[in-house]
């Protein structure tokens, strides 16, 4: 689906040359806040659940050092995320993995929601990681692609921004949840609404911003060799 119908106020963006076969997006409003929405969702996952760390420890019976893992897997799943989003997005294009992404959250934090024990927690803390990860960095490869020059400097201004209210709302939310009388699996379940919503408007409102011919292989292949040479060039320096 394309923006085109969308009647949200419209960025300027320029004429990319070298694009007959596909027209660039339009940097809409709409766009901007969903894209600010698959970035956003990852940290509410690691803030929004922190006051109820004793809950979680009393129901599962564990330790809190255990309930501490949750977030360090948290962070490993979504780097994971990020690490296989970039490639992929090149091969595949933009908007599959971004949906994809959100499905994969989602079904991390109803696992989360339901889980009888830590391990399962942990388990499934991972595969929420990895989702909201691989959303994530393929929202920005995709402003990336819509914005150039000075209009893709203020709409990463403005992604950042919004990305950093995140962590500081998150706790706070978390905490009304709480005190109204909700338990740490109902945390979860909002955050279950919150991929949700993540993958609807990512269904709906976000365009595919990466046309077929501009679509390239190489993947993790690359990326390795690429990190190779980094290290390579590391280590060169310092024995000079």
């Known amino acids: ?71 360090t897997t948290f962070f490993l799943g979504m780097a994971a995320g990020q690490l296989l989003g970039g490639p992929l997005s090149d091969q595949r294009g933009r908007r599959m993995p971004m949906i994809v992404g959100g499905l994969i959250c989602t079904v991390g934090a109803v696992g989360c929601a339901l889980a009888p024990s830590i391990w399962v927690l942990i388990g499934f803390r991972i595969v929420q990681g990895f989702g909201g990860g691989l959303a994530a960095v393929v929202a920005r490869a995709v402003v990336v692609d819509v914005a150039k020059g000075d209009q893709l400097a203020r709409v990463m201004s403005i992604l950042m921004a919004l990305g950093g209210l995140a962590p500081m709302i998150a706790p706070v939310f978390g905490g009304v949840v709480l005190t109204i009388g909700g338990t740490w699996r109902t945390v979860f379940w909002c955050l279950v609404g919150f991929a949700l919503l993540m993958m609807i408007t990512a269904i709906f409102l976000v365009p595919e911003s990466l046309p077929v011919e501009r679509r390239h292989g190489g993947g993790l292949r690359q990326f390795a060799s690429g990190l190779h040479e980094v290290l390579r060039l590391r280590q060169s320096s310092a024995t000079c």
């Open 1 to 71: 689906m394309t923006a085109r119908g969308d009647s949200s106020p419209r960025f300027s963006t320029e004429a990319s040359t070298g694009r007959a076969a596909t027209a660039p997006a339009a940097v809409t409003t709409a766009l901007i806040l969903t894209l600010a929405l698959q970035s956003a969702v990852p940290p509410f996952a690691t803030d929004m659940y922190t006051p109820a760390f004793p809950q979680v420890t009393a129901d599962l019976a564990t330790t809190a050092s255990l309930v501490g893992l949750t977030l």
